[in-house]
């Protein structure tokens, strides 16, 4: 049939498929939702019988959720808890009989034995709480009981107190959760226990089993005959933040066991605490700390000394020194209950929160001195409690009788209310409904599988297909997880769950996870940028949105802001949207029509939006309705932070990844999203980088130097501030007609995105040293490495952005070229695009002639567009753009030629310092005295071997020998570090300036000094793979990836990703190969190109001589990860592609045979490669649920 014909035919034949697929996925997230678990002595189902493995998956849910028992002589049959195959009886009974891998259990979830023997490490609970539920922090170590430190959307936030991980390691066994039993059994004195708590407890099995977002500690003591379990997971899908913890105590003895149990929080803290007094006057904030709820005399008729149930953590009032004084109704909360079979509500346990009446007078919180000393809990919960003026504890108190088999389980719940009302109205009575507990964990867990599912994989490496969803996750907790917003057919892109990465060991940074629906955080440009570099390729309905955000947010100095905020919706344009709020608002909710729709004409995120709405006493019905319909009425404006302290000089180099992404899954599309697309606004901070004579200085004893490069400029600050309630107030405004300068004449100023990235390679390009080797860092900020923080003051310079300006212009030069129309820019960039041509064509410049000219020509160009455009554009004819692009990129090869001559004539250097060999003063002095001068001659020098320079190397290298070469080269450098086989960061620093950063501080294989870090690793592999050497690629994943890495030694479940390995520079041997810095890094971006390389290849869509569009698949799979001859992955977050290899060879070495499009009769058999015209675009369009491939 003819296309048109073929178009109609796919759409109505496929459509079937649409609803196959979606069928399957119900029936999949059905089946998640369940969490059947059917591991042996796990589940407590029902009258004490055994879940069997012929139970319907209905059967099931109901078993879980009317067995979670507690504090109740549940009787299990022995036989549920027998051993088979000769397992020991003191192994945790988690762990399945037989696998197919020994480091999961039966829900695929790491297992780490002994974890408190072992290197420390510090890790986290991804804090998601789904689009409808308010997320909430926690961090664990493998120490004590896990959880070290959790709270409520940053540092300041806690309930259990934010500490560096150095501190952790040593506290969490004391200051965190704990448990503490006594174990009476007939003919035996009674023993006191506190599971998890002495260290290397020689009669005690412990392991620790990590999943998405869940963490469970098994303890086996054998002496006292009890195993106990503890699970924690956040709660997600509520109108609060809430941390569940589950402990199931289950008798492994042969006699009865009377157990007395405490169980809880050693140390909380209440609600308006924040990290700066904890550490500085934490005595004297205990004056404000109170505990309500709790039967004291402000709060309750009845005021009680003893325990009490609902316990409400907060300040008394606000601790600030001032004339105004605030009460605090926010609260911490922490509860505890029993579930009882039945399908009753869950008991209320009593909640001691005086941590004297537990320990006594042992201040080290070591010994529970009143716990041993007290008859029973019962007891002690009725002991006189002081609940003001002291750092308060929460520990549960109840008991249980278990006759050998039996388990019981203490369920609590610790969070964040807004209200003691909200608390007790709500809060409480929906953790106490029958089965909440499960439920729960049943959805925490489905919803990090469902962020995942767009990278799931099936190979003969099952640690290969973990660690690839653990990636996609970590990096998506950095970068956003992509939410489609309005209209269905043209959705607003929306990021959810991204924070700045901040942990235990990360200490240094303030992460902020808000606790609203559609919960995200702001984060750093570069970070955000790497990180969403695959969207498109995962999620195809992102189109061009990332490119248009990261474009949008270049300043017209080229420059952008450190810190990106998620994008927010606009109806505040006077008159524009009025009817459309008042529509949206009459039809959610007709009696708040005027508030809502007041709330809607002001800038909005939806966590925001939702949140003022309760605090309105708007009640929304309808919440994805009215947000869908919000959005798709308002605009939507990107946001960012300039925060005062420079820019650095690699954030502009995954622009061009979001491009080239966008092209590899829409290159029909292209021309329209550079060319044609709305226009995008150039974001204004106010910081201007300073022309040489005013940052030139001459350091007394060591030079000249390069000091207060960029600084607020006052005007620009009056101008922002002027403008910072408008939703565009941040934007770079163009005079009106005859340089009018008033508010109603000016107007934002935009440009076509392609106008944007020429301006982007026009600002780098003229940034060129003096020698003509490397991008100026001449703004404060090094580039990716920014350990190197002292290279901007050395004046220096660096390879790697030299490498990125070509590709910036080897891609526009190919694609204007391509499409063969010219480009409208501001007049401004005209003239400097002009006076750089000059410089370029004029044979009689020295290098320090021209580098005069070009830096004199970019100067200009700064001072006229610091405040405003003139609005004058200049269109640049295709062929005159290509011309210039050619000589340019002609300049920065000759740049990268020059430089291989400071090292071994084959692997490029990265950094470069200027040192001013001769200069004049200019009469003027800077703040402290320094006199600023012109430089007037140079001497370049060259710093060791980075692993940067290599890696950008290799992507401006198309000559396959050299690219061998290259690599070969490195392999021989001190760069590789043989004893582990992975690559280092660096060379040795030894003898350097300790004037190059901060990174000269650290001890060589530690931090950025010396060790393996394994973004820039990963970068590197990644270019191996981009260079098609592929089996080197494979390689060096057999020793550099963390999933083929020995536990023992990485230090950490290696489906995550450290920062930094220590290498084998580091003195301390024992340490070599053990990872820091865990999970939320670069690392993870580069992974995941990696795993888009090697599943699909570099460029699944194309386009044919006659501009068809052509699909096709490159796959990069070696022999082992093929299963049985086959190895499948998701392709573009839907369709499931299983490639077949029954040569069993590498996949790079074959090609692909033939296709079958979709299953069943209405599949597309084709013979050959690829897939062209309307067969592509049913493939993109996720029209086929799956793809067979057949290598050959």
């Given at each position: 049939p003819g296309q048109r014909q073929g178009v109609a035919f796919a759409r109505s034949v496929l459509k079937n498929l649409r609803k196959t697929s979606a069928s399957k996925q119900t029936s999949v997230a059905a089946a998640m939702a369940v969490i059947s678990r059917r591991r042996e002595g796990y589940d407590v189902v029902g009258g004490g019988e055994a879940t069997t493995s012929n139970k319907s998956w209905r059967a099931v849910v109901a078993g879980i959720a009317l067995g979670v028992l507690a504090l109740a002589a549940v009787s299990i049959p022995h036989s549920n808890r027998a051993h088979r195959n000769g397992r020991s009886r003191d192994l945790p009974t988690t762990l399945k009989d037989s696998t197919e891998s020994k480091d999961f259990d039966a829900d695929g979830r790491y297992v780490?034995?002994?974890?408190?023997?072992?290197?420390?490490?510090?890790?986290?609970?991804?804090?998601?709480?789904?689009?409808?539920?308010?997320?909430?922090?926690?961090?664990?170590?493998?120490?004590?009981?896990?959880?070290?430190?959790?709270?409520?959307?940053?540092?300041?936030?806690?309930?259990?107190?934010?500490?560096?991980?150095?501190?952790?390691?040593?506290?969490?066994?004391?200051?965190?959760?704990?448990?503490?039993?006594?174990?009476?059994?007939?003919?035996?004195?009674?023993?006191?226990?506190?599971?998890?708590?002495?260290?290397?407890?020689a009669r005690a099995n412990r392991t620790m089993i990590v999943g998405m977002n869940e963490l469970e500690l098994v303890e086996v003591d054998g002496a006292a005959g009890i195993e106990t379990r503890v699970l924690y997971y956040t709660v997600p899908g509520e109108d609060f933040p809430a941390l569940a913890r589950r402990v199931t105590f289950t008798n492994v003895g042969r006699t009865r066991a009377e157990l007395e149990i405490l169980d809880g929080l050693a140390k909380l803290e209440p609600f308006g605490v924040n990290s700066g007094m904890l550490q500085a006057m934490g005595r004297t904030l205990e004056g404000w700390m109170r505990v309500y709820h709790c039967g004291r005399a402000e709060d309750s008729a009845v005021v009680e000394k003893a325990a009490c149930e609902l316990p409400y953590f907060k300040l008394s009032a606000s601790t600030a020194d001032s004339a105004?004084?605030?009460?605090?109704?926010?609260?911490?909360?922490?509860?505890?209950?029993?579930?009882?079979?039945?399908?009753?509500?869950?008991?209320?346990?009593?909640?001691?929160?005086?941590?004297?009446?537990?320990?006594g007078r042992d201040t080290t919180l070591r010994a529970p001195e009143g716990f041993a000393a007290a008859a029973s809990a019962a007891a002690l919960a009725a002991a006189d409690e002081v609940k003001v003026s002291k750092t308060p504890c929460a520990f549960s108190a109840s008991a249980a009788s278990l006759r050998p088999g039996a388990s019981a389980t203490v369920t609590s719940l610790w969070g964040r209310a807004e209200s003691v009302a909200q608390l007790v109205d709500d809060v409480a009575p929906a953790a106490l409904a029958p089965g909440f507990a499960a439920r729960k964990r049943a959805e925490a867990v489905a919803l990090t599988e469902r962020l995942t599912a767009v990278v799931r994989s099936d190979t003969a490496n099952p640690l290969f297909d973990a660690f690839s969803r653990q990636m996609m996750l970590d990096n998506l907790l950095r970068g956003g997880f992509p939410?489609?917003?309005?209209?269905?057919?043209?959705?607003?892109?929306?990021?959810?769950?991204?924070?700045?990465?901040?942990?235990?060991?990360?200490?240094?940074?303030?992460?902020?996870?808000?606790?609203?629906?559609?919960?995200?955080?702001?984060?750093?440009?570069?970070?955000?940028?790497?990180?969403r570099r695959v969207d498109v390729l995962l999620f195809p309905k992102v189109k061009d949105f990332n490119l248009r955000q990261f474009l949008t947010l270049k300043q017209a100095d080229g420059y952008n802001p450190l810190t990106v905020q998620t994008a927010y919706f606009s109806m505040e344009t006077p008159g524009e949207f009025d009817w459309q709020a008042q529509a949206i608002a009459g039809a959610e909710s007709s009696s708040s029509q005027p508030e809502l729709a007041g709330l809607l004409s002001r800038p909005f995120r939806p966590g925001q939006l939702f949140n003022d709405a309760a605090a309105a006493g708007i009640e929304l019905k309808h919440k994805k309705a009215?947000?869908?319909?919000?959005?798709?009425?308002?605009?939507?404006?990107?946001?960012?932070?300039?925060?005062?302290?420079?820019?650095?000089?690699d954030h502009w180099t995954y622009d061009l990844d979001q491009i080239i992404s966008f092209e590899a899954v829409y290159p029909d599309d292209v021309e329209?999203?550079?060319?044609?697309?709305?226009?995008?606004?150039?974001?204004?901070?106010?910081?201007?980088?300073?022309?040489?004579?005013?940052?030139?200085?001459?350091?007394?004893?060591?030079?000249?130097?390069?000091?207060?490069?960029?600084?607020?400029?006052?005007?620009?600050?009056?101008?922002l501030a002027d403008r910072n309630t408008r939703p565009d107030g941040a934007f770079e405004l163009a005079v009106g007609a005859g340089g009018d300068l008033t508010a109603n004449a000016t107007t934002v100023y935009r440009v076509a995105p392609v106008a944007k990235l020429v301006l982007l390679f026009v600002t780098k390009f003229t940034l060129l040293d003096p020698s003509g080797l490397g991008i100026e860092m001449d703004a404060n900020k090094p580039g990716w490495n920014d350990a190197m923080n002292g290279l901007p003051g050395l004046l220096g310079s660096g390879m790697p952005e030299t490498c990125e300006t070509w590709r910036v212009g080897a891609w526009l030069r190919k694609t204007v070229k391509r499409v063969g129309r010219p480009v409208v820019v501001p007049a401004e960039l005209a003239a400097l695009v002009a006076?750089?041509?000059?410089?370029?064509?004029?044979?009689?410049?020295?290098?320090?002639?021209?580098?005069?000219?070009?830096?004199?020509?970019?100067?200009?160009?700064?001072?006229?567009?610091?405040?405003?455009?003139?609005?004058?554009?200049?269109?640049?004819?295709?062929?005159?753009?290509?011309?210039?692009?050619?000589?340019?990129?002609?300049?920065?090869?000759?740049?990268?030629?020059?430089?291989?001559?400071?090292?071994?004539?084959?692997?490029?250097?990265?950094?470069?310092?200027?040192?001013?060999?001769?200069?004049?003063?200019?009469?003027?002095?800077?703040?402290?005295?320094?006199?600023?001068v012109r430089a007037k001659k140079f001497e370049a020098k060259v710093f060791p071997l980075f692993l940067e320079g290599p890696t950008r190397q290799l992507k401006t290298v198309g000559d396959p020998a050299t690219r061998e070469a290259i690599h070969d080269a490195v392999l021989a450098s001190k760069l590789y570090d043989a004893p582990l086989g992975q690559y280092k960061i660096c060379e040795s620093l030894k003898g350097q300036p300790f004037e190059m950063g901060r990174m000269m501080a650290f001890t060589p294989g530690w931090l950025e000094n010396e060790s393996v870090w394994l973004h820039m690793s990963f970068k590197y592999y990644l270019e191996l793979l981009r260079a098609g050497l592929y089996e080197q690629f494979w390689t060096a994943m057999k020793t550099g990836a963390p999933y083929n890495m020995d536990l023992d030694v990485y230090g950490r479940p290696p489906l995550e990703c450290g920062s930094f390995i220590v290498s084998s520079a580091?003195?301390?041997?024992?340490?070599?190969?053990?990872?820091?810095?865990?999970?939320?890094?670069?690392?993870?971006?580069?992974?995941?190109?990696?795993?888009?390389?090697?599943?699909?290849?570099?460029?699944?869509?194309?386009?044919?001589?006659?501009?068809?569009?052509?699909?096709?698949?490159?796959?990069?799979?070696?022999?082992?990860?093929?299963?049985?001859?086959?190895?499948?992955?998701?392709?573009?977050?839907?369709?499931?592609?299983?490639?077949?290899?029954?040569?069993?060879?590498?996949?790079?070495?074959?090609?692909?045979?033939?296709?079958?499009?979709?299953?069943?009769?209405?599949?597309?058999?084709?013979?050959?490669?690829?897939?062209?015209?309307?067969?592509?675009?049913?493939?993109?369009a996720l029209q086929f649920d799956s793809i067979d491939v057949y290598l050959a």
């Open positions: 780490v034995t002994d974890y408190d023997s072992r290197k420390p490490f510090a890790s986290f609970l991804p804090g998601v709480g789904g689009e409808w539920g308010k997320p909430m922090w926690a961090f664990y170590v493998n120490r004590g009981q896990g959880v070290a430190a959790f709270g409520v959307e940053n540092k300041d936030g806690p309930l259990l107190e934010f500490e560096p991980a150095n501190k952790a390691y040593a506290d969490a066994s004391f200051k965190g959760f704990r448990t503490m039993l006594k174990v009476s059994r007939r003919g035996r004195a009674t023993e006191l226990a506190q599971p998890f708590f002495a260290p290397d407890d105004q004084v605030q009460a605090i109704e926010e609260g911490n909360f922490a509860f505890a209950f029993a579930e009882p079979a039945g399908g009753e509500p869950a008991a209320l346990l009593p909640m001691i929160v005086d941590p004297d009446v537990v320990f939410e489609f917003l309005g209209d269905a057919e043209n959705p607003k892109v929306y990021h959810t769950f991204s924070r700045i990465h901040g942990d235990l060991e990360r200490d240094y940074n303030n992460f902020q996870i808000d606790a609203t629906f559609y919960s995200q955080g702001s984060g750093n440009y570069r970070d955000v940028n790497q990180n009215f947000l869908d319909a919000a959005a798709a009425a308002a605009r939507q404006v990107f946001a960012a932070n300039y925060t005062h302290e420079g820019f650095w000089a329209r999203a550079m060319w044609d697309a709305e226009k995008l606004p150039f974001y204004q901070s106010s910081g201007v980088v300073q022309p040489r004579d005013f940052k030139y200085v001459e350091v007394e004893g060591l030079g000249v130097r390069q000091y207060n490069s960029v600084y607020d400029d006052p005007e620009k600050l009056g101008q006076n750089a041509t000059a410089a370029l064509d004029d044979d009689a410049l020295d290098a320090l002639a021209y580098w005069e000219a070009v830096a004199a020509a970019r100067e200009a160009y700064r001072a006229r567009v610091r405040l405003f455009f003139s609005g004058d554009e200049v269109a640049l004819a295709a062929d005159e753009l290509v011309a210039f692009l050619d000589k340019a990129n002609a300049k920065l090869e000759a740049g990268v030629a020059k430089s291989l001559k400071y090292t071994d004539g084959v692997v490029m250097p990265t950094y470069f310092q200027h040192v001013v060999t001769d200069y004049d003063y200019t009469g003027l002095v800077n703040f402290v005295g320094q006199p600023f580091y003195p301390d041997e024992e340490l070599w190969g053990a990872s820091f810095l865990a999970r939320l890094s670069g690392s993870t971006a580069e992974f995941l190109s990696i795993w888009l390389l090697v599943m699909a290849g570099p460029t699944p869509f194309t386009l044919d001589d006659d501009g068809q569009l052509v699909f096709g698949l490159a796959p990069a799979l070696p022999t082992a990860l093929f299963k049985d001859g086959k190895a499948s992955f998701r392709f573009l977050g839907g369709v499931d592609v299983t490639y077949h290899n029954p040569s069993g060879a590498d996949a790079w070495t074959l090609s692909v045979a033939k296709m079958t499009l979709g299953t069943g009769p209405l599949a597309v058999a084709i013979d050959g490669p690829v897939a062209t015209g309307w067969l592509a675009e049913a493939v993109r």
